[in-house]
């Protein structure tokens, strides 16, 4: 079972910001968040991972409220190439200490001109 | 620095045959996990491989098994293929003790 909630999809055009919501209420004190995007038939690629406040890299902005239990991928002027599938995962980690990636369905983002 | 290869690209098998599918991991990684992806789904994770051993399995059957090298490449093996296990199966490296995974672009398997 999926620790996160995201949209199913989302519709934007080129040049404007798209943000992305993420639920994970029940996330865990050692968990972190982490976004991958994927192409259609490639590996998903990792975008940005954080754990609390707000983290930025060159591709997006990730934002973290204080209890955690939401987070939102920020994309700054999309473009065309930005049409994906947006996965949010949460750190499951076991007793190992290892980290084991649950993925959800995703959110499809379709950037038209 | 080459980052995760897999091979074959792409694979056709009938059922009941066996197929065994190789992962390289990117350079600097020494842990390598396996992900099973149907169509319009997103990976579901079949086990780790860390020191030559499977560290962690998630809920696939003993038809899915693996080994991992001491260059700590790996290979996936599945037996008594069925239509259903037709998919995209992706490779993830890390290095361990670190949350990011890097994946590979993965094998399409089609079981006819």
């Known amino acids: 079972l999926a620790k996160t909630t995201q949209p199913i999809s989302m519709d934007s055009y080129e040049g404007q910001e798209v943000n992305i919501t993420c639920s994970h209420n029940?996330?865990?004190?050692?968990?972190?968040i982490t976004w991958y995007q994927q192409f259609p038939s490639q590996g998903p690629r990792f975008i940005i991972q954080g754990y609390k406040t707000k983290v930025t890299n060159e591709v997006a902005s990730l934002f973290i409220p204080a209890d955690r239990k939401s987070s939102t991928l920020s994309l700054p002027r999309v473009s065309l190439s930005d049409t994906a599938v947006y996965y949010c995962?949460?750190?499951?980690?076991?007793?190992?200490?290892?980290?084991?990636?649950?993925f959800g369905t995703g959110t499809r983002l379709l950037v038209s001109p | 620095d080459a980052g995760v290869t897999q091979s074959p690209t792409h694979l056709i098998k009938t059922r009941g045959q066996q197929v065994t599918l190789r992962c390289s991991p990117k350079s600097g990684h020494d842990t390598v996990s396996w992900y099973q992806q149907a169509l319009g789904q997103g990976p579901q994770f079949i086990f780790q491989?860390?020191?030559?051993?499977?560290?962690q399995r998630g809920n696939f059957p003993d038809r899915f098994s693996g080994h991992q090298f001491p260059n700590y490449s790996s290979e996936l093996n599945v037996n008594a293929l069925l239509l259903g296990d037709s998919a995209l199966y992706l490779c993830?490296?890390?290095?361990?003790?670190?949350?990011?995974?890097?994946f590979g672009p993965g094998t399409r398997l089609l079981v006819l």
């Open positions: 029940n996330i865990a004190t050692n968990d972190y």
């Open positions: 993830a490296s890390s290095s361990d003790g670190q949350e990011t995974q890097y």
């Open positions: 491989y860390y020191e030559e051993e499977e560290r």
């Open positions: 995962l949460v750190g499951d980690m076991v007793d190992t200490g290892f980290q084991k990636l649950v």
